[in-house]
């Protein structure tokens, strides 16, 4: 499974983006799918995950409220609207995919895709 994100780009704090992550190679609708950013000096950090029908979805507690995943089988996509974005949202996120759901979540994924940039100014 290949996977590209887009959709990052400068953005100022309390704005909005939405990545996308398109999915090859693969029967895009069997696998679980996530969104993951790691930050210059910081460990990777889990964002959100959604299972393949998309009805299972979980995310990490530095973006609840404020982000939101949602995938479209039919286009072999997945988003992550990010609303009311902070400074410290600011990191390299990428998309990450894996027939298990625990194990996306856990970051211990089979797949993952280029990451797409995210820079949230002040």
């Known amino acids: 499974v290949q996977l590209q994100a887009s959709g990052g780009g400068l953005v100022q704090a309390g704005g909005s983006l939405r990545l996308s992550c398109a999915a090859s190679?693969?029967?895009?609708?069997?696998?679980?799918m996530g969104w993951f950013r790691q930050a210059p000096g910081k460990e990777r950090e889990f964002v959100a995950a959604?299972?393949?029908?998309?009805?299972?979805?979980a995310y990490g507690d530095s973006v609840k409220g404020r982000f939101a995943i949602s995938r479209e089988n039919t286009k072999n996509t997945v988003y992550l609207q990010m609303d009311s974005l902070k400074p410290e949202d600011t990191a390299v996120y990428y998309c990450?995919?894996?027939?298990?759901?625990?194990?996306?979540?856990?970051?211990?994924?089979?797949?993952r895709g280029q990451g797409t940039l995210v820079t949230v100014s002040s």
């Open positions: 190679g693969g029967t895009f609708s069997m696998y679980d």
């Open positions: 990450a995919a894996d027939r298990s759901f625990t194990k996306v979540v856990a970051g211990t994924y089979d797949y």
């Open positions: 959604v299972a393949d029908s998309g009805r299972r979805k």
